[in-house]
């Protein structure tokens, strides 16, 4: 498929079919482990003071809540999912820490289109695309979740 | 009393404040409304109870929603489920007649808002779809207006005789209360709003000289 196939304007009827082949379907896996310096050197940078994320010697060292927003999958976006007509942005990040990131634990990060949704602005209509990423320890335990959200804004039709 | 009629909070996808941040600015900055209604984007957010929080405050606190149409946005009040039951809230395309009817045999009513705004304002859409039916009301100051979008809200409910209301359109903190609605009678719920709104006993107010 090439990408003139798969890119047109954005009709209602596209979203819809994107949020049911891709809405929840697990589509990239990536195992990460980290160094306690690598937890305090990000902490450092966000300009965290607080000993528990910038001291590796402290009992509860751990990742900063922030840091699975630095994490990325192999793969953006599922193989296959359609390319909307429009200036793409990065419309924002959340993450909902759950369980402490200890330094030299393999994580096991899954992403998800978590959901797909358009709205209409003073700009004109946008289509988002909320990506999540899971992350989970050797026994499966969910840990936190990171969210970017991509906008794509529709081009005018010419 | 004067409510806002128009914010939104961090239950809409692009709202930046929490209600209870709404609350306390509204206290130490001594903004002069008496609450506000909570009018979250292409949803109605049934979950939440505010009670204790325009307790603590003294504020009033009230849901509705703000939903998309072919002719803009659009807010509804007095909002229930057999309104939501009736549409795909997160569509960006309902009808606007159909929101209309739907909202006032629900017991609500529908105010087309920001009108004059590009795109998402009714004045944009009339040129292709015609003057709609069942208007009675727009929104005429918008916190969030640029330019000229407030006039040509102001021109066209004067032509075709709507009543106006106003409303922050609020999604930060600093905004809430740019914009209001002052009315004759005390608002305690949903239902005493939609009366208001149907007596057409009511003002639209702007405090955005004053904000800036």
């Not at chain 1, 079919?17 to 195992?31: H, L, S």
């Not at chain 1, 630095?70 to 296959?80: C, E, F, I, T, Y």
Request: hydrophobic content about 35%; some cysteine.
């Amino acid at each position: 498929m090439t990408r003139q196939d798969t890119e047109h304007n954005i009709e209602e009827a596209d979203i819809q079919a994107a949020r049911n082949q891709f809405m929840n379907v697990v589509y990239d896996e990536k195992t990460f482990s980290f160094t306690a310096d690598q937890f305090a050197e990000f902490s450092r940078a966000c300009g965290e003071t607080a000993p528990r994320y910038t001291d590796p010697t402290h009992p509860e060292f751990q990742a900063p809540p922030t840091f699975p927003t630095s994490l990325h999958p192999n793969k953006r976006m599922p193989d296959g999912y359609p390319r909307f007509n429009g200036l793409g942005m990065d419309a924002g990040k959340a993450v909902a820490p759950i369980r402490p990131i200890r330094a030299g634990e393999t994580i096991t990060a899954r992403t998800h289109v978590h959901d797909i949704y358009s709205k209409s602005g003073r700009s004109g209509r946008m289509v988002f695309s909320l990506i999540r990423m899971e992350l989970f320890d050797h026994q499966e335990t969910l840990l936190a979740t990171a969210d970017t959200s991509i906008v794509i804004r529709e081009k005018p039709a010419s | 009393m004067i409510l806002d009629l128009h914010a939104h909070s961090i239950k809409s996808d692009d709202g930046r404040a929490k209600v209870q941040n709404y609350c306390q600015w509204i206290r130490t900055r001594k903004i002069p409304i008496d609450g506000f209604v909570l009018t979250e984007h292409r949803q109605f957010d049934f979950e939440s109870d505010y009670s204790a929080l325009a307790a603590e405050f003294g504020v009033v606190i009230l849901k509705g929603s703000e939903v998309e149409t072919e002719y803009g946005h659009v807010l509804v009040f007095g909002v229930n489920e057999s309104f939501t039951e009736a549409f795909d809230m997160a569509s960006i395309r309902l009808p606007l007649r159909d929101v209309i009817q739907t909202a006032d045999r629900a017991g609500g009513i529908a105010v087309p808002c920001h009108p004059g705004r590009p795109r998402v304002g009714m004045a944009a859409h009339i040129g292709t779809y015609g003057i709609p039916e069942g208007v009675r009301i727009v929104e005429t100051f918008n916190g969030g207006s640029r330019e000229n979008e407030d006039a040509i809200a102001q021109q066209m409910a004067r032509e075709h005789g709507y009543r106006g209301i106003g409303g922050s359109d609020a999604h930060i903190v600093s905004h809430i209360g740019r914009c209001a609605t002052r009315f004759n009678t005390a608002i305690h719920n949903e239902q005493e709003l939609v009366a208001a709104l149907k007596s057409g006993e009511f003002e639209a107010i702007t405090f955005k000289e004053q904000a800036a």
